[in-house]
């Protein structure tokens, strides 16, 4: 059981590059989020999904894109890469919404030049 | 919406209590608050949850006053490896299950 994985842990881009980052969950959870996290400023939530084939808008959606093609598999994609999108990504899980714990993986550092 | 501010950081002795505040004004009587851990390099991991009153667990105490504007947790007894930053999380159902985040508390514990 590995609960929260995420690859890869590290990536350089330079700007306008695109990139793929894959989060994967073996707890049959329904919900999952990707966040970013950047220093002083706590975590940000970017989009989540709340089940297989559906997601949504977080906080700080612009320049990110999403699918949950897959109940187990939740994907981030930066079309073109921003040096203001250097960030650590985060995924985490939770079998229910707001109200539920969440299970976060151990990140990924992506930085932009 | 709720705004969710916590103190940037705090130092403390092995062996002390720790209290950590997070004020968060308008959240509604429902919405939960959150605490969560994290180490460096590492994700957040859950800490304790609650919406009233006071709840304990095996490792902390959430307080959450009557008027929830603010609510704090108890981390009793630290030690070494209680240095980490803590982070509160607010949950409104109202606003579309908006999910919001403190900026982070950076705790350390001094021998």
């Known amino acids: 059981n590995a609960g929260v994985t995420q690859t890869p842990k590290f990536r350089v881009l330079k700007t306008g590059q695109s990139m793929t980052l894959l989060c994967a969950q073996d707890?049959?959870?329904?919900?999952m989020y990707w966040y970013r996290q950047d220093p002083g400023m706590g975590l940000r939530l970017i989009h989540y999904?709340?089940?297989?084939?559906?997601?949504a808008k977080g906080e700080v959606p612009d320049g990110y894109n999403v699918s949950r093609l897959k109940k187990q598999n939740f994907l981030l994609g930066l079309e073109s890469a921003a040096p203001s999108q250097t960030s650590v990504y985060f995924c985490?899980?939770?079998?229910?919404?707001?109200?539920?714990?969440?299970?976060f993986g151990p990140g990924t550092r992506l930085l932009v030049l | 919406l709720a705004k969710t501010t916590q103190p940037i950081s705090m130092d403390s002795y092995e062996g002390q209590e720790v209290n950590i505040t997070c004020s968060h004004n308008?959240?509604?009587?429902?919405?939960?608050i959150t605490w969560y851990q994290q180490f460096p390099s590492q994700g957040p991991r859950f800490i304790i949850q609650?919406?009233?009153t006071k709840v304990t667990n095996e490792v902390a105490s959430l307080f959450i006053p009557a008027d929830r504007k603010s609510s704090t947790l108890s981390l009793p007894r630290v030690s070494l490896s209680d240095t980490a930053v803590y982070y509160c999380?607010?949950?409104?159902?109202?606003?579309?299950?908006?999910?919001?985040f403190g900026g982070g508390t950076r705790v350390l514990v001094k021998p």
């Open positions: 985490a899980s939770s079998l229910n919404h707001y109200q539920e714990t969440q299970y």
């Open positions: 707890m049959n959870h329904e919900y």
């Open positions: 999904s709340v089940g297989e084939g559906t997601t």
């Open positions: 308008n959240i509604a009587t429902n919405d939960y």
């Open positions: 609650g919406y009233k």
């Open positions: 999380l607010v949950g409104e159902k109202a606003a579309g299950n908006k999910l919001t």
